[in-house]
């Protein structure tokens, strides 16, 4: 039976997004919400290697449905992984083809090479001004959880047919700095203003993200698109972007059906770096940049048997894969929950060559997320 919490919640969203369905404002509006966000159902099927993500609709998670049926698959990862209901995945997960458990099996530390100082290239760091390998890990992400040096403003009404919504840094290029560029996919059933303080925080750290104001982004497109339309505008006089934004510093991220469509978009030569959460796709296998695959311990929507996958079926980049321990499906709505300082942390570093939060991730077993209580941790081809 579907949890009597998890449907009251489901309900109390849909009742807030009925009301909220009509409101509008001018492009340069200011909008403010609580962020609040409701119970995020995954459901699709992803088409493995071929860029496109099948069929990917969103499919409304029906209160009569006591048995809470979410048929969720990776396709191409170990064949087809089989339906999952809310109290579990039933059936048995394929092998993947390569060796490691699909289950909460991981060991911190797993495939370290010898540590060595970063040289992210995104984010203007260089052999210069990388930190030594073995400079003491941050005890904790306080740094990136907190609030940035800028401030920010949400911009309604914009990007492609004026159907995104921008978290913008405030002042932008502020001390002659171009923005790096995020583009976010929001869960099933849910827009940007579910996560309008998470974005509003990574605006805050000088990152311009772009999100789609469709609630369904499982194949990738309006990803790309507000991507593109964003790099576009840095290039186009007489934009109010213009000459302020990075386009060789690019993220796709994204939650739930969104880390469907953030590792499609992750495909793109654009992008830099890719964060699914609690979400992906087969086509995680051919991405070659740095991936931070995040998974709740917790989560009945997307368990951990379903998103683990795609750890073994990437041998190609440098990859993180933290499991929050105790978190369900919902962590990642509002302000990002125990989410916000670790992805906030691996965006600073990639895209604005941030030195210390490479050891929140990197060097040796001491790294910041390797030691964190919260968080059970893999990690392959180190830079």
């Keep these: 039976m579907m949890n009597k919490k998890l449907f009251i919640v489901l309900v109390l969203w849909l009742i807030w997004a009925i ?22 159902e995954v459901s699709y099927a992803a088409t493995g290697g071929t860029g496109s993500a099948g069929n990917s609709d969103a499919r409304e998670m029906d209160a009569g449905q006591a048995d809470g049926n979410v048929s969720i698959e990776i396709g191409g990862v170990g064949g087809t992984i089989p339906s999952a209901g809310i109290g579990g995945v039933a059936g048995t997960i394929p092998s993947a083809g390569v060796s490691g458990s699909a289950g909460i099996a991981p060991l911190a530390g797993t495939g370290d090479d010898a540590a060595k100082a970063p040289l992210a290239g995104t984010g203007g760091t260089s052999e210069d001004d990388s930190i030594a390998p073995d400079t003491p890990a941050p005890r904790d992400v306080s740094k990136w959880a907190n609030p940035g040096a800028f401030g920010s403003r949400v911009v309604n009404n914009s990007g492609p047919d004026g159907q995104f919504t921008l978290f913008v840094p405030d002042p932008l290029a502020g001390g002659g700095n171009p923005n790096p560029i995020i583009t976010w996919g929001n869960g099933s059933l849910t827009t940007p203003a579910s996560y309008t303080a998470l974005l509003s925080h990574y605006a805050t750290h000088g990152i311009f993200v772009v999100a789609s104001n469709s609630t369904n982004v499982g194949s990738g497109q ?7 339309w964003a790099i576009a505008e840095n290039e186009r006089e007489g934009s109010e972007y213009f000459g302020k934004l990075d386009p060789n510093a690019v ?8 880390g469907i469509g953030a ?12 964060v699914p959460i609690a979400g992906g796709d087969a086509s995680i296998k051919t991405i ?7 998974g709740n311990e917790n989560d009945t929507l997307a368990p951990i048997d379903v998103i683990s996958p795609q750890y073994p079926a990437n041998e190609k980049s440098t990859f993180v894969f933290g499991i929050l321990l105790g978190a369900s499906h919902l962590e990642t709505l509002g302000d990002g929950g125990r989410h916000r300082g670790y992805t906030t942390a691996w965006l ?4 604005l060559g941030d030195q210390e ?6 060097g ?8 964190d209580p919260e968080w059970e941790t893999q990690r392959k081809n180190l830079p």
């Design 348 to 351: 600073t570093y990639h895209l």
């Design 19 to 40: 009301g909220c369905s009509d409101t509008s404002s001018d492009e340069k509006n200011v909008q403010k919400t609580d962020g609040s966000g409701g119970l995020d």
């Design 364 to 371: 040796d077993e001491q790294c910041t997320l390797c030691t």
């Design 263 to 274: 590792v499609i978009a992750g495909n793109e030569p654009e992008v830099k770096t890719t």
């Design 288 to 294: 070659e940049h740095p991936i931070f695959l995040i």
């Design 357 to 362: 939060a490479y050891r929140v991730f990197f």
């Design 251 to 258: 993220a796709a991220i994204g939650y739930s059906q969104g």
């Design 222 to 228: 309006e990803m790309i698109s507000g991507m593109r």
